[in-house]
């Protein structure tokens, strides 16, 4: 560890800067390498002398203590600065918190105002230096991490478009075997659809399967487990035994396992044998090519790349009057209708004797979805944030694919229904203020109100009806009845005024309407109010 810290000290007061100086002495683990008087002169000393500490005061010419604090930030990081100042002053506490000014110290400054500062800063730096260049500590990080560094390397191995030595050879110098010999890889997705209560989180099955993993196979020469998002890669890598064999005892017994004593279901693809390391990535893709075939098979949960890739497959998707069908059934039908018809077709589906390509038949479901969701113009993002496919391509079973499928198929129908009453409130909203804008209008009628929104008598009648409880007229002549009344009560204007701004040529008619609305005559009315 190095003896003593070199400081660089700060202030336009030439006493000040010696005074602070003769307090600093060796004993305290800091030298003195320079002193400037204003922040531009200390910058350039920085990049002479490279100091570990800049005590520096706040309040200089050409540049002050806070801007050369955000400049040795910004060139050099490494460096620590201390403020000096003899202002209280808050936002000088608050620019030295964000700069991360290691000390905030005010004038005049004592000698045990400095011997303090020192101690403690002492004990931060060495603790740094220690971190950074003890050997011991370093090596002992170094192991510490190696799994997490191999870990690392073969997930980019596994999702890397080009396989590349670099790769390869730094899990050779991280202790990993990757010399030829024969691999398995074997790919365990936990079945998410299941609830996993808060003690059996999934990352807590995960190491005991890894754990049951690490027992079973305590005797091989190599063996590798990986956590990735819903699950585990297995691998394991032997010269003599008879690698399949040995890989199905241990496989069926810990989907045994995981059914019994974690009450999970679990589904595994196993890939075929490869005898060189750098074929992992295709490994791990043929085993979650297995399990995507598994998916749609009754082959158990346990699933071998080279038993079901040579099957013959068959295309099932939906046909032209099917998704016509569900669409009605979708926008008409009740929840439990639509339930129905799609659990019709999951249970087609698994009873299907041929094997079902499940590429084809996904790509057949996301597109009934997005037809669906153009049918009732609504975009389909609002409901599915992801991308369509990958999201159908995650679910480890089919039960979960049809589930999801529901739900989203029930979102969009609860938009539609949710769209066309706010399409209803808005219509009614527009005519009914169309109508208090225009009542003075003696010809204001249905027909011209439905000319001008675009919309049939019919559907205009219905929704005053189912609205308001009110026919076109009727509710027209509320309107105006009751601006006559208004009328009548605050303004002296002739009956006749009145009638012609209420929409009524004559005022015989409109005395005639006003007192089977009111039960009075308009002028009865008037002098009844002002009595």
């Not at 910004?74 to 000014?101: H, M, W």
């Not at 079901?308 to 939906?318: G, L, P, Y």
Request: net charge negative; with cysteine.
């Amino acid at each position: 560890m190095q003896t003593l810290y070199k400081l660089l000290l700060v202030d336009d007061e030439d006493e000040v800067r010696g005074r602070i100086s003769s307090l600093i002495d060796q004993d305290s683990g800091f030298v003195v390498v320079g002193k400037a008087g204003n922040g531009h002169d200390a910058y350039e000393l920085v990049e002479e002398l490279k100091p570990d500490v800049v005590l520096t005061d706040i309040k200089m010419p050409f540049i002050d203590g806070i801007e050369l604090a955000r400049m040795l930030k910004r060139d050099f990081p490494t460096v620590k600065v201390a403020f000096i100042s003899g202002y209280d002053e808050f936002k000088y506490a608050q620019e030295a918190i964000k700069l991360n000014v290691v000390s905030y110290l005010m004038k005049p400054l004592t000698s045990s105002d400095i011997n303090s500062f020192l101690q403690t800063l002492k004990m931060k730096l060495d603790d740094e230096y220690s971190r950074k260049f003890n050997d011991d500590v370093a090596m002992k990080n170094y192991k510490d991490s190696l799994p997490l560094l191999i870990d690392h390397t073969i997930s980019s191995v596994l999702i890397s478009k080009d396989q590349t030595k670099d790769n390869l050879q730094r899990l050779k110098q991280y202790g990993l075997d990757t010399e030829k010999g024969k691999y398995l890889s074997c790919l365990l997705e936990i079945d998410s659809s299941k609830n996993i209560d808060e003690l059996m989180s999934l990352e807590k099955i995960k190491v005991l399967l890894g754990e049951l993993f690490q027992s079973y196979f305590h005797d091989y020469q190599f063996k590798y487990f990986l956590s990735i998002q819903n699950g585990i890669l297995m691998m394991i890598k032997e010269y003599d035994q008879p690698l399949v064999k040995a890989i199905d005892g241990f496989l069926y017994e810990l989907v045994q396992t995981a059914d019994q004593y974690m009450d999970i279901r679990v589904r595994i693809g196993i890939s075929n044998i490869f005898y060189e390391f750098d074929q992992l990535q295709k490994s791990y893709q043929e085993a979650k090519e297995a399990i995507r075939y598994g998916k749609f098979l009754n082959t158990g949960r346990i699933v071998y790349i080279n038993e079901v890739e040579h099957k013959q497959t068959e295309r099932i998707a939906f046909d032209f009057e099917e998704i016509k069908s569900i669409e009605n059934t979708i926008k008409y039908g009740s929840t439990h209708e639509i339930h129905e018809l799609l659990e019709h077709k999951k249970i087609e589906i698994k009873n299907h004797e041929k094997m079902i390509s499940s590429d084809y038949f996904l790509i057949g479901l996301a597109n009934l979805m997005i037809d669906f969701a153009q049918s009732i113009n609504i975009d389909l993002s609002t409901v599915v944030k992801e991308n369509l496919l990958q999201k159908l391509l995650s679910f480890s079973t089919l039960d979960e694919i049809f589930d999801w499928t529901e739900h989203v198929l029930l979102e969009l129908k609860a938009i539609l229904i949710q769209s066309s009453l706010s399409r209803t409130e808005r219509i009614l909203d527009e005519v009914i203020k169309y109508v208090e804008q225009n009542f003075t209008d003696p010809f204001l009628s249905l027909n011209m109100v439905c000319d001008q929104f675009d919309i049939s008598i019919s559907y205009l009648s219905m929704l005053l009806k189912k609205e308001k409880n009110v026919t076109f007229n009727k509710y027209v002549i509320e309107v105006r009845m009751e601006h006559a009344k208004s009328l009548l009560k605050q303004s002296p204007l002739k009956i006749v005024d009145v009638a012609n701004l209420c929409g009524y040529n004559e005022v015989y008619y409109f005395s005639h309407s006003f007192k089977k609305y009111t039960g009075y005559s308009p002028k009865q009315y008037r002098e009844a109010i002002h009595v």
